[in-house]
Each structure stands twice: as structure tokens, then as C-alpha cells.
């Protein structure tokens, strides 16, 4: 009796802890505190790749883009480092920029636009540092968008990067990853930054119902960067490197300031904001011309700009506001209604972020507070 009564209490010690051990595992699973960031892709075991010019290729590394290192983003001598004057806004990454032009080729400026030649590859590596007030130091390079053009015009390829940041895969499917890092003011923030699917990319990237680049318009290059130690606008350094014609001097052309500089003056600043964040929908050739919202940094005309106009077809994304601007009154504007929501089918941009980005809609609250 003795005996069974002690391997009965055995058997139900035992379940207990196998028990309490899987409540322990689920709640692991289930705890916000605990969660872990997501590898950015399998650390697969690829087939190598020989760069024969048919794209896309699996690796990143495989087009020769950078060297040493390709978490270092070193560009070879055959890619140009480059910078729009304004940002468009994706979850608060940091983002490199390259661009690759063929050997003997050229780009061209036609009107406002920069005609660049089959085979060039625009190259946009997004990231995070670990600690945004420490920007230079470790960091974690989240995907690559590449758009290449190719004789049967622009395409558009995601590449995810894996966990120990020494390649970067094709994933046409897009992806979801969770990123920790550390704000400005100190604080960790958990984003769970979604990866666009190769469909996805013509959302934005579209003129005229063709895949096109954004932020590749002679407005948004006629600005100085820094090239090392020194500062050139970057359409006369791309001129002396002889891979762009039809550049003057810089005030012969159209220019754009960064939005960010609180040195420029307001309307100009919002007016950046609008349009490298909106404008690739909300102009005559994009997939919001309908709404007969245009939102070019050139736009002057109020009825284009929302002041007082009813929207056409905003449905329930327009809450219970009546005009997309309000002259004075931000808070009763569908713009900031819009701007200030993560909901889908009220947030705009409709992809490309899942956070609202509290600095430009602070700029464009501003912006509208001023209007008369």
C-alpha cells in the first residue's frame, strides 16, 4: 500500500513538473518582454552563383555591389553613392543608397525626370542602428530593395538579410520581422517592420500604371552631400564622372530642400514632406489622380492641396472630418486623421510603415496651423 501510494505521488510529481515546464514555455512565447527579434532570413546553405547578367540572382553579393565585408556597404568602383534631399518615411530605417550604371553608359536628364539606361540598378539598404543616438556604431541591416532595369522596363526585387549580416536572399514574398533598438530619447522600441512583396513595390512605384523608381527626379538630386571629407552637388560630381548628361549648373534646375532642416522655411519643409512621402500616388500620373489630391512640392493651386476640398472617394478613411485641410484647425483635417492612424484603411501612406511617424505629422500640423 505504502509502495503504490509513493509511486502514485511519483507519477503525479512528475506531471506536475512536466506541466509547469510547457506553462513556463507558452508564457515565454506569449510575453511581450520576452520576444526576441526574428532572423532576418534562414542562414540558408545557397548554391553558388555566377554573375551572368540574367537577374535576379538569389545572393545579394552575387552582383558585386560592395566589397569587403557586405554588411560594410562599401560600394564597388562601379557604384555611385547618392541622396534625395527629403526621405520618404519607413518605420523611422535608415537607408543607404546606390546606384549602378552599365560601363560606356550614360543617364540622361529628360525634363524633370532622369532617364537612367537598361541594366542600371538603383540599390536601397534599409537598417537600424542598435542605439539611434550612437548612429555609426552596431547596427542591423534589415532588407535590400533592388530595381533594376531591364529591357522589359523597371523591376523590383526584396532582398531579406540574414541574422549574422553576411549575405542578403531574394524573397519575392516579402517577409515579417520583429526589430528592437533604442530611440533618440533613450527609449527601446519593438517594431514589427513588414518587408513589401515584389506585387507590393508597384503600390508606390507607379507611373501611369508602370513600374518606376521613386526619388529619382532632378528635384530630389540637385543637393550637396558629403563625399568624404568634401561637399559637391551630387548631378555635377555624377557629370564629371561622365555617367550623366544635360546637367547645368545647379539653379538651372529644380531643386528640393530636406524637410528636416528647420533652417528652411515652413512651407517649403512641409511641401518636401508631401511630396516624397505622398506625391507617388497623389499626382496626375500616379494611382491617386482620381482623388484630385496632388501633392507635388511644386503645387500651388489650394483646391490640389486638399484647403477646403471634400474628398472624392475616401470612404470610412475620412472618420468624421470633412475636408482634407482645414485652413488653421489641423486637428479637423483629414490629412492628419489620415497621417496620425496605423489603421488600415484610414492610415496613409496605405503601406510601407506600421508606426506613425509623430515628426511629420508634428511638421504638417504646423504647416496647416499657418494656413490662412
Same mark, same amino acid.
Given at each position: 500500500?505504502?509502495?503504490?501510494q509513493?509511486?502514485?505521488?511519483?507519477?503525479?510529481?512528475?506531471?506536475?513538473?512536466?506541466?509547469?515546464?510547457?506553462?513556463?514555455?507558452?508564457?515565454?512565447?506569449?510575453?511581450?518582454?520576452?520576444?526576441?527579434?526574428?532572423?532576418?532570413?534562414?542562414?540558408?546553405?545557397?548554391?553558388?552563383?555566377?554573375?551572368?547578367?540574367?537577374?535576379?540572382?538569389?545572393?545579394?553579393?552575387?552582383?558585386?555591389?560592395?566589397?569587403?565585408?557586405?554588411?560594410?556597404?562599401?560600394?564597388?568602383?562601379?557604384?555611385i553613392?547618392? /541622396?534625395p534631399?527629403?526621405?520618404?518615411?519607413?518605420?523611422? !530605417?535608415?537607408?543607404?543608397?546606390?546606384?549602378?550604371?552599365?560601363?560606356?553608359?550614360?543617364?540622361? @536628364?529628360?525634363?524633370?525626370?532622369?532617364?537612367?539606361?537598361?541594366?542600371s540598378?538603383l540599390?536601397? %539598404?534599409?537598417?537600424?542602428?542598435?542605439d539611434?543616438?550612437?548612429?555609426?556604431?552596431?547596427?542591423?541591416?534589415?532588407?535590400?530593395?533592388?530595381?533594376?532595369?531591364?529591357k522589359?522596363? $523597371?523591376?523590383?526585387?526584396?532582398?531579406i538579410?540574414n541574422?549574422?549580416?553576411?549575405?542578403?536572399v531574394?524573397?519575392?514574398?516579402?517577409?515579417?520581422?520583429?526589430?528592437?533598438?533604442?530611440?533618440?530619447?533613450?527609449?527601446? /522600441?519593438?517594431? %514589427?517592420?513588414?518587408?513589401? %512583396?515584389?506585387n507590393?513595390?508597384?503600390s508606390?512605384?507607379n507611373?501611369?500604371?508602370?513600374? #518606376?523608381?521613386?526619388?529619382? /527626379?532632378?528635384?530630389?538630386l540637385?543637393?550637396? @552631400?558629403?563625399?568624404?571629407?568634401?561637399? !559637391?552637388?551630387?548631378?555635377?560630381?555624377?557629370?564629371e564622372?561622365?555617367v550623366l548628361?544635360g546637367?547645368?549648373?545647379? !539653379?538651372?534646375?529644380?531643386?528640393?530642400?530636406?524637410?528636416?532642416?528647420t533652417?528652411?522655411?515652413?512651407?517649403?519643409?512641409?511641401?518636401?514632406?508631401?511630396?516624397?512621402n505622398?506625391?507617388?500616388?497623389?499626382?496626375?500620373?500616379?494611382?491617386?489622380?482620381?482623388?484630385?489630391?496632388?501633392?507635388?512640392?511644386?503645387?500651388?493651386?489650394?483646391m490640389?492641396?486638399?484647403? %477646403?476640398?471634400?474628398?472624392?472617394?475616401a470612404? #470610412?478613411?475620412?472618420?468624421?472630418?470633412?475636408?482634407?485641410?482645414v485652413?488653421?484647425?489641423?486637428?479637423?483635417?483629414?490629412?492628419?486623421?489620415?497621417?496620425?492612424?496605423?489603421?488600415?484603411?484610414?492610415?496613409?501612406?496605405?503601406?510601407?510603415?506600421?508606426?506613425?511617424?509623430?515628426?511629420?505629422?508634428?511638421?504638417?500640423r504646423? $504647416? @496647416?496651423a499657418?494656413?490662412?
Open positions: 500500500m505504502k509502495i503504490s509513493k509511486v502514485t505521488q511519483n507519477g503525479v510529481f512528475t506531471i506536475s513538473v512536466i506541466l509547469l515546464f510547457f506553462i513556463y514555455l507558452i508564457s515565454c512565447q506569449k510575453s511581450p518582454d520576452k520576444i526576441n527579434p526574428q532572423p532576418l532570413a534562414p542562414e540558408e546553405v545557397l548554391a553558388k552563383e555566377v554573375a551572368d547578367g540574367n537577374y535576379p540572382y538569389r545572393r545579394l553579393s552575387t552582383y558585386g555591389f560592395f566589397t569587403g565585408e557586405i554588411k560594410q556597404l562599401i560600394p564597388a568602383s562601379t557604384v553613392f547618392y /541622396q534631399a527629403s526621405s520618404l518615411f519607413t518605420d523611422y !530605417a535608415l537607408k543607404s543608397r546606390f546606384l549602378f550604371i552599365p560601363t560606356g553608359e550614360k543617364a540622361k @536628364i529628360d525634363g524633370e525626370d532622369l532617364d537612367l539606361p537598361h541594366g540598378v540599390i536601397k %539598404n534599409f537598417y537600424y542602428p542598435a539611434f543616438r550612437k548612429p555609426e556604431e552596431e547596427r542591423r541591416i534589415i532588407e535590400t530593395r533592388l530595381m533594376i532595369h531591364e522589359k522596363g $523597371w523591376q523590383a526585387y526584396p532582398y538579410w541574422e549574422s549580416q553576411t549575405e542578403a531574394l524573397k519575392v514574398v516579402g517577409g515579417e520581422i520583429n526589430v528592437r533598438f533604442i530611440d533618440n530619447q533613450g527609449k527601446e /522600441q519593438l517594431i %514589427n517592420y513588414l518587408v513589401p %512583396n515584389k507590393q513595390c508597384k508606390c512605384h507611373k501611369d500604371e508602370i513600374l #518606376s523608381p521613386i526619388g529619382m /527626379q532632378v528635384k530630389h540637385n543637393n550637396e @552631400i558629403a563625399y568624404g571629407t568634401t561637399k !559637391a552637388n551630387q548631378l555635377a560630381h555624377w557629370t564622372l561622365g548628361e546637367f547645368n549648373e545647379p !539653379a538651372a534646375h529644380p531643386a528640393m530642400v530636406n524637410y528636416q532642416d533652417s528652411q522655411a515652413l512651407d517649403d519643409r512641409a511641401m518636401a514632406y508631401l511630396d516624397i505622398c506625391a507617388h500616388c497623389h499626382r496626375a500620373e500616379g494611382p491617386a489622380s482620381t482623388s484630385g489630391l496632388f501633392l507635388t512640392y511644386d503645387q500651388r493651386d489650394r490640389k492641396l486638399g484647403i %477646403n476640398k471634400t474628398p472624392i472617394a470612404g #470610412s478613411g475620412a472618420g468624421s472630418f470633412k475636408f482634407d485641410i485652413p488653421g484647425k489641423p486637428d479637423e483635417s483629414i490629412v492628419i486623421h489620415r497621417m496620425s492612424s496605423t489603421k488600415v484603411g484610414v492610415a496613409m501612406p496605405e503601406i510601407g510603415r506600421t508606426t506613425v511617424d509623430q515628426e511629420g505629422v508634428e511638421l504638417i504646423n $504647416w @496647416i499657418e494656413i490662412k
